[in-house]
T-cell receptor, first 108, second 114 residues
Framework: DAKTTQPPSMDCAEGRAANLPCNHS???????VYWYRQIHSQGPQYIIH???NNETNEMASLIITEDRKSSTLILPHATLRDTAVYYC?????????FGKGTRLSVIA | NAGVTQTPKFRVLKTGQSMTLLCAQD?????MYWYRQDPGMGLRLIHY???????AKGEVPDGYNVSRLKKQNFLLGLESAAPSQTSVYFC?????????????FGEGSRLTVL
């Protein structure tokens, strides 16, 4: 049973910000929100994670709503190399369960 | 630092044959995982291990066995391969000593069962 809901696909123009939404309305208090991406058929790559505060690193920003029922991953200036499947995962002290994710296509 | 290394990277088996996939990590991570990924699907957890000598079942454990005799290695075995086990297998390791810890994945092992 999926804990997150993501759109199956999105497009973004190169150089623009990519905003990827994720709904996780049944998230528990001790569960984190994780984002990973998978480029072509490579192994998934960690992007960012957070509990309740917004987070930023060199790759992306994670915005979590105050009620923690949804979040948005922001890639500030998308490039063609950001074309990938992006997975939003909610987990506590348990193994990560990957859904189908969102296929982001960055268009020149 | 090689990170997470999977061998072999490609393998073709006949139905009923057995084989073992090896995952090795050089980061001294406690946690290790085996996932499979079928075309157009997300990753599904097969088995995992939270430390040397321990293993646990994931979402889709049937038809697979695992062993973690050494901390750095996590083996995935198929005793009698079936066409339904044709998939890409990913191994991952994780350092849970540093909070939640990110997963580090290998490059994948592509298995075809005829």
């Amino acid at each position: 049973d999926a804990k997150t809901t993501q759109p199956p696909s999105m497009d973004c123009a190169e150089g623009r910000a990519a905003n990827l939404p994720c709904n996780h309305s049944t998230i528990s208090g001790n569960e984190y929100v994780y984002w990973y991406r998978q480029i072509h058929s490579q192994g998934p790559q960690y992007i960012i994670h957070g509990l309740k505060n917004n987070e930023t690193n060199e790759m992306a920003s994670l915005i979590i709503t105050e009620d923690r029922k949804s979040s948005t991953l922001i890639l500030p200036h998308a490039t063609l190399r950001d074309t990938a499947v992006y997975y939003c995962i909610v987990a506590g002290n348990t193994p990560l369960v990957f859904g189908k994710g969102t296929r982001l296509s960055v268009i020149a | 630092n090689a990170g997470v290394t999977q061998t072999p990277k490609f393998r073709v088996l006949k139905t009923g044959q057995s084989m073992t996939l090896l995952c090795a990590q050089d980061m001294n991570h406690e946690y290790m995982y085996w996932y499979r990924q079928d075309p157009g699907m997300g990753l599904r957890l097969i088995h995992y291990s939270v430390g040397e000598g321990t293993t646990a079942k994931g979402e889709v454990p049937d038809g697979y066995n695992v062993s973690r005799l050494k901390k750095q290695n996590f083996l995935l075995g198929l005793e009698s391969a079936a066409p339904s086990q044709t998939s890409v297998y990913f191994c991952a390791s994780q350092d849970r000593r540093v909070g939640t810890g990110e997963l580090f994945f290998g490059e994948g092992s592509r298995l075809t069962v005829l």
